[in-house]
């Protein structure tokens, strides 16, 4: 079944011990901190950061975050240190144990919105994306980054870690750009579609290169999420899950509760059982709730133990379905 999962920082927190009570088995951890001397891609540094959640009954099964990449997605001097960094890390992620990366080629600014506070049910704030308010945005330092240059470097750069990650035995989860638009502020983004991510895993193949499922990009980009689950699914290519829901189109769109997006998300959960996922999965841009500050917008307590609890009832109806569904299934047969 399905591996739910939450994101938490690397030392246990209030979200740790809320996680564990809620019946979360799974981390989805961050790239350790510099610690006496270690790097954060270091042998022990992630040793000890997965030991962190071993001891608490957490089971760190993907690493969210990475060392500095942009040169390599802009192709700028100092890239080929930073591909040997990253070949450090997944080498030792391997070794450590962790078994899944997720990592993205957003060059020059990750996941972006234009706003983090936007209204939602019950005057709940989530964040938001309007295209039309950077129709008069400056360029940023990179200049014009077209998508062929992206398409270039992200070559170059999958070249490189994909036989890495095989022997480390580390698959290499890659995100879809977020929003699904292109160019923001004079940068391109090329990771806007399935089939987009699909080239992607295609320019160096291998068991170890997939994709992480962000369902809230892929419905933004207007994806139907249960074929795009089966594409995937049917080439074993689905190592991690973003369990999340929107409502727009690329040029505007906003972050949703778990229950009110465009996306049937009990459909999108059975079609994860039917095709046998058996992954992490966590829930990713949860609304800012009553009484919570918004420092960290999308990922407020209050909004995760919501998306939890919601993904473990859709998780029961899915498993319920699938059991009726090969009963039906061995009746036909018989």
């Given at each position: 079944?399905?591996?739910l999962?939450?994101?938490f920082?690397?030392y246990p ?10 019946g979360?088995n ?5 790239l ?13 540094n992630?040793v ?6 071993a001891?608490?009954?957490l089971?760190?099964q993907?690493?969210?975050?990475a060392p500095?990449?942009n040169?390599?997605?802009?192709g700028?001097?100092?890239r080929?240190e ?5 070949c450090?890390f997944?080498?030792?992620m391997?070794a ?13 600014f ?18 938001g994306?309007?295209?039309a308010?950077?129709?008069n ?9 077209s ?33 699904p638009i292109?160019?923001i502020?004079g940068v ?5 579609s399935?089939d987009a991510?699909?080239?992607?895993i295609?320019?160096?193949?291998s068991e ?14 207007g994806e139907?999420?249960?074929t ?5 699914a ?31 998300m009990?459909?999108?959960?059975k ?5 046998g996922?058996q ?30 609890g ?16 090969q009963?039906?299934?061995a009746e036909?047969?018989?």
């Open positions: 079944m399905l591996q999962a939450e994101f920082p690397g927190s209030r979200l740790w011990h809320l996680a564990k009570q809620m979360v799974y981390a989805v951890g961050p350790p901190k510099e610690d006496h001397g270690m790097k954060p891609w270091d042998y022990m992630l000890q950061m997965k030991q962190r959640f001891d608490f009954g089971n760190l993907v690493i969210e975050s500095e990449t040169r390599i997605k802009l700028l001097p100092g080929d930073e591909i040997d960094i990253m450090q997944i080498t030792n391997g450590a144990g962790i078994s899944v990366l997720c990592y993205n080629f957003m060059a020059q990750n996941w972006f919105r234009t706003s983090t506070t936007i209204r939602t049910r019950g005057g709940a704030l989530v964040s994306y309007d295209h308010l950077l129709a945005a400056p360029l940023t330092e990179a200049g014009i980054v998508e062929d240059q992206l398409w270039e470097h992200l070559k170059y750069y999958l070249e490189r870690i994909v036989p890495v990650a095989e022997k480390a035995k580390v698959r290499l989860a890659l995100h879809p750009d977020d929003p292109s160019p502020r391109s983004r090329i990771l806007r399935s991510l699909q080239k992607a295609d320019l160096v193949p170890y290169s997939g994709i992480t499922l962000c369902q809230g990009t892929l419905a933004t980009a139907d999420i249960p795009v689950i089966r594409k995937f049917a080439q074993d290519k689905i190592f991690f899950v973003h369990f999340r829901d929107v409502r727009g189109t690329p040029e505007k769109f906003e972050e949703t509760f778990h229950d009110d997006g465009k996306t049937d009990l459909e999108a959960m079609t994860y059982y039917e095709v996922f992954g992490p999965a966590r829930p990713d841009h949860v609304p800012t709730m009553e009484g919570e500050n918004n420092d960290n917008p999308g990922y407020e307590l209050l909004g995760r133990l919501y998306g939890v919601y993904i473990r009832g859709l998780m029961e109806a899915a498993a319920a379905g699938e059991r009726e569904r009963i039906q299934l036909l047969k018989v």
